[in-house]
């Protein structure tokens, strides 16, 4: 039962530093990364598909991401799509493929995707605080109702907030690095 409770939060704590990790992929450093346009909807006949499903995604320079639709009827929506995201960045079409040129960071912009990480970051340790109360709160469900006794579910609590510590830092340490990584010039 505990151990069930305790698995339970583990499990949803280490998804959300996954997401956590994910979530960073997405966001500009200096170099050009396919993972950035992974959150862009395509409106591909009548259904939001995102761009990395109907064309590939090259790096050729560190500043220079190709996109190439496998069907070259979508290219206008892809530009259409690429232009309305948060990219900041104008796309360059040719009629077969499409090039994005990252220009590098302004010390303003990189300080905004700080901030933007920052959020991030405090969302997800929301995230672990919250499953480590609703493990709380499932334990203090199993005194009442199974025959446990108080210490033995206080020792289970202790556990959960280990937990809770320890993801805490694993996302604090993913923010560092993250930070460092927009900060570099």
Known sequence: MIDDVIAAATAKMDKTVANLAHEFSTIRTGRASSAMLERIQVDYYGTPTPVT?????????????????????????VVKALQKSDLGITPSNDGNIIRLPFPPLTEERRKELVKQCSHIAEDAKVAIRNERREANSRLEKLLKDEDLSKDEVHRAEETVQKLTDRHVAEVDEAFERKKAEVMEV
């Open 53 to 77: 499903q109907l064309a590939s995604v090259k790096s050729p320079e560190a500043h220079l991401l190709v996109v190439e639709p496998w069907d070259k009827q979508v290219l206008g929506d």
